[in-house]
Structure formats: C-alpha cells, structure tokens
C-alpha cells in the first residue's frame, strides 16, 4: 500500500522568505511526526499530533516554526522568515497509534536556505 | 530527557560476515527500541524493534538483544550482503510517544566485497 508521502521533494528557498512542508500520512494513521535531519546529524524531533491535537510544541526550535494537521490526515510544517540554520531534511512519520507502534517514515524533504 | 548513544560511527565488514552495532539509553522509563536503516537520499526504513518485555527478537539475518539493567541494546546482522550498506540509527520512546523517538547518532555499516 501506500506510505507516507511528503512535497516537495527539495525546496531551495532564499533567506527570509516563508515555506511550507507537507506531509501524506499512511490512511488510517492516528499519529503523525516531524523531525528534523541536519547534515551529518541524527535526527531531531520537533513535534506530535495524535488526531488533529498536538500534546506539546516545545520540541520545534523557535516560534518561526510551525505545524497543523487537519482533518485527521495531511499536516503542514511552515517556516516563517527561513534562516541558514534551518537547512536540513524535513522527516515526516506517522504510525497507527502513536506511543510505543511503529514509525513509519516519509522520504523527506530537503531544505536548503540561501 | 532521553539521550541515546550509538556505537561505532563507522564500521567496515568483509562481506558474509557478521555485524554488530550498539546503543546506550539514559532514561529508565523507555521501553520501546526500533532500529532504522537508511539509504542515501531515502527517509528512514524501520527493520526490527523490540519492547522491552522480551530480551531478544529476531527476523531472518537480523536480530535485536536488549539489556534492560545496563540499559543497552543491539543490532546484529549475520552473513552480511552488499545491500545491507547503509546508516543504521537505534531509537528508544517511553509510553506515550508524546515526545517521539529519541535517536542515536547514526553507524555507516560498509559492507566489503
């Protein structure tokens, strides 16, 4: 079936413009989550939704960044005024339930800020 | 938080034999540890994970041994093929998944021909 998609695929952006990063969570998948792959880095989480709701927004790094999910489905990872530091690969998951169910993982979008 | 460290950063095998890359957890509370291979320019394969309610679960040439005490774990691949070159990460999430997975820094498994 169908995994998690994600678009774009690559988005060069110049420094302080905003963007917006989408994510396609597997149908049925009550749990969706963002990370962040800097170069050479593991990955960072930035946030939860369990439905539409997300528990807690203090993993994303300043209050440029932002996240919605409607619907119960598609989610929306905006970057207001993009920095050079915000240039990684943007990793979205989604997983059944959430808690301790498995993580299944999009093929990411790469961000590059000039 | 949790902090999660993962060992070697880097690590070359002859081809058909075994490979073993090992991780550390620091907070006591997680009991879920999935382990993901990832392929250049692709997100994150989930291969084996294990609960930690059981020691040792194994799929085909890959296994996972957890240490709940030491509070480590494992991934061991036996009879090891080209396409198993890849990064490997270790994860671990306590109940609730509310704070997502924590993941170790990553290992470069090269397998050599």
Not at chain 1, 13 to 41: F, N
């Amino acid at each position: 079936g169908a995994g998690v998609s994600q678009s774009p695929s690559n988005k060069v952006t110049e420094k302080g413009k905003d963007v917006e990063l989408r994510c396609d969570p597997i149908s049925g998948h009550t749990a969706l989550y963002w990370y962040r792959q800097s170069l050479g880095q593991g990955l960072e989480f930035l946030i939860y939704f369990q439905g539409n709701s997300a528990p807690d927004k203090s993993g994303l790094p300043s209050d440029r960044f932002s996240a919605e999910r409607t619907g119960g489905s598609v989610s929306t990872l905006t970057i207001q005024r993009t920095q050079q530091e915000d240039s990684a690969v943007y990793l979205c998951a989604s997983s059944p339930l959430g808690g301790t169910y498995e993580q299944y993982f999009g093929p990411g979008t790469r961000l590059t800020v000039t | 938080g949790e902090n999660v460290e993962q060992h070697p950063s880097t690590l070359s095998v002859q081809e058909g034999d075994s490979a073993v890359i090992k991780c550390t957890y620091s907070d006591s509370a997680s009991n879920y540890f999935p382990w993901y291979k990832q392929e250049l320019g692709k997100g994150p394969q989930l291969i084996i994970d294990i609960r930690s309610n059981v020691g040792e679960k194994k799929d085909q040439r890959i296994a996972v041994t957890l240490n709940k005490t030491a509070k480590h774990f494992s991934l061991h691949i036996t009879e090891t093929q080209p396409e198993d070159s890849a990064v490997y990460f270790c994860a671990a999430s306590s109940t609730g998944g509310a704070d997502g997975l924590t993941f170790g820094k990553g290992t470069h498994l090269i397998i050599q021909p």
